[in-house]
């Protein structure tokens, strides 16, 4: 039998899956594995995580210029939201849309008191560094090139989003949010 041949099909089989997994569900994950280990850098060096989200947010907006699509303005309330989901994924462990709980994006966007159509969120999750601009464009890049979270980044009813990202000792936590 050829096991490689099969590793690669059951491979290609869980990837699409997954893929179908965010696309139908409104929602995307991201997980982009190890950075080297000379890339990655002690929790005793800071990281900007307001500019990462900042660099998120104009990252998308760059990708939905380049579509001709309208820019999606960066609402305070949105941005708590994915905040603090961001930090409720590092301080539980847990990396889902839906929290150990069963709340999930609609639902934490309706409590804290924001009017929408409709909900849709993208997380992902890396190995921390200390550089946001790589960090951001490392998530933006990850997120373009993922179908269900393309699908969430040019749609055309969105008007509003936030983006939240948050860094423990090992791991870089980022949320976004998208409300029309």
Do not use: K
């Amino acid at each position: 039998m050829d096991w490689q041949a099969l590793f690669r099909s059951r491979r290609a089989v869980a990837v699409c899956l997954c893929l179908l997994v965010g696309a139908v569900g409104g929602v995307a994950v991201v997980d982009t594995g190890e950075i080297p280990a000379w890339d990655r850098v002690s929790p005793s060096l800071d990281l900007d995580e307001s500019e990462t989200a900042s660099l998120v947010h104009e990252g998308i907006n760059n990708a939905r210029a380049e579509r001709n699509l309208t820019q999606l303005s960066r609402e305070e309330t949105l941005t708590a939201v994915a905040q603090n989901h961001s930090r409720d994924m590092a301080d539980r462990g847990f990396f889902n849309h839906t929290t150990p709980d069963g709340v999930g994006p609609a639902q934490r966007v309706t409590r804290a008191g924001v009017a929408c159509q409709a909900v849709s969120e993208n997380i992902a999750r890396l190995p921390r560094q200390n550089h946001e601009g790589p960090l951001a464009e490392t998530t933006v890049d990850a997120w373009l090139n993922s179908a269900g979270h393309l699908m969430n980044i040019v749609a055309e009813n969105w008007s509003r989003t936030g983006v939240g990202v948050v860094a423990d000792e090992d791991t870089v936590y980022i949320t976004q949010v998208f409300c029309s």
